[in-house]
């Protein structure tokens, strides 16, 4: 049986004000969206000068005023942040969130110029696929555990605590495309996987190989949410979708513009809802939505009316 579909949607971060970013996540969250997400930059991408907020202090925040909508970012990666300390962050968002509502987005991270301008580490692919593995063992043992012992490469911890735990253990969601390393990570530790909106066009093979590892380590492949990273270019007819799709497609490039005519979401609320069902078709549920505008609570407006139902 196909899980239920839900849509969460990505707060306003670079270049906009926290006011920009509370007002969206209030009506997301009133508007009833499932969850509510940042990107975990210390860096604007692609520019390392743009503003943006620091994820988990913002998602701290947004915690504190919001009811509902579970909060996640897209993705935090290893060397930023002490694990331990982070276990530590995310358990204080959870009380602050009133239990159960935080999802914590890992991923291997790839913007070096931040990295390396904040004298983090920033080794390669194989060496921070190895720090993710480690950060979520880390993660887990802290938050199940009275005390928690761990040696590894890139971490460790000794007899380390974790007071006061989460209310409820959050949920791990692993990001990335990588078919054979990050997807044994997912398939082993996962909750959630998610598909990066750069791999929205190979999502069909993402998914057959995440079942192919979950296979090889034995994980039951249906019990991992199936997510998509995407952004949504949504209007109240088809010709000022196209007009907005060319647009956004300038606006966004090759990290998240791409493809979007031929694989993206977009259209009137017609054309989206079907290219949303060739999502489900291959068995993506959470669907994670940048939407295209200036103030994106328009189109979440539209979408919460005029596309939500049709998946209630």
């Given at each position: ?30 508007l009833g969206y499932d969850s509510l997400w940042v990107c975990d930059h210390l860096y604007g991408v692609p520019a390392p000068q743009l503003p943006i907020f620091e994820a988990w202090s913002e998602l701290a925040a947004v915690a504190a005023i919001t009811r509902r909508a ?243």
């Open positions: 049986m196909a899980k239920p579909v839900r849509f969460g949607v990505t707060l306003p971060q670079i270049k906009r004000s926290w006011q920009e970013a509370r007002d969206t996540a209030l009506e997301a969250d009133a579970r909060l996640g970012t897209l993705v935090t990666p290893p060397f930023f942040r002490n694990p331990a300390l982070l276990a530590k962050q995310i358990a204080t968002i959870d009380h602050v969130a009133g239990g159960g509502r935080v999802v914590a987005g890992l991923g291997a991270g790839w913007f070096q110029p931040e990295f390396e301008g904040t004298g983090s580490p920033f080794p390669g692919l194989r060496e921070r696929l190895r720090a993710l593995d480690e950060t979520v063992r880390i993660l887990k043992g802290l938050w199940t555990q009275e005390r928690f012992s761990f040696e590894g490469r890139h971490f460790r911890v000794k007899d380390a605590v974790c007071e006061p735990k989460p209310l409820r253990p959050p949920e791990i969601l692993i990001g990335g495309g990588g078919e054979r390393v990050l997807m044994g990570i997912a398939a082993r530790h996962a909750d959630i996987w998610n598909n990066m909106a750069v791999f929205q066009a190979q999502l069909g093979p993402k998914v057959e190989a995440l079942r192919r590892r979950c296979d090889e380590l034995q994980r039951d492949f249906d019990e991992i949410t199936l997510s998509q990273q995407c952004v949504v270019v949504l209007a109240e007819d088809q010709a000022s979708a196209r007009a907005a799709l060319e647009k956004a497609a300038k606006v966004y490039g090759g990290h998240m513009g791409a493809a979007l005519a031929e694989h993206g979401i977009w259209g009137d609320p017609e054309g989206v809802i079907e290219r949303i069902e060739r999502h489900r078709r291959l068995g993506v549920s959470l669907f994670v939505i940048e939407f295209f505008g200036r103030d994106t609570r328009v189109p979440a407006r539209l979408f919460a009316e005029k596309v939500m139902p049709a998946f209630a």
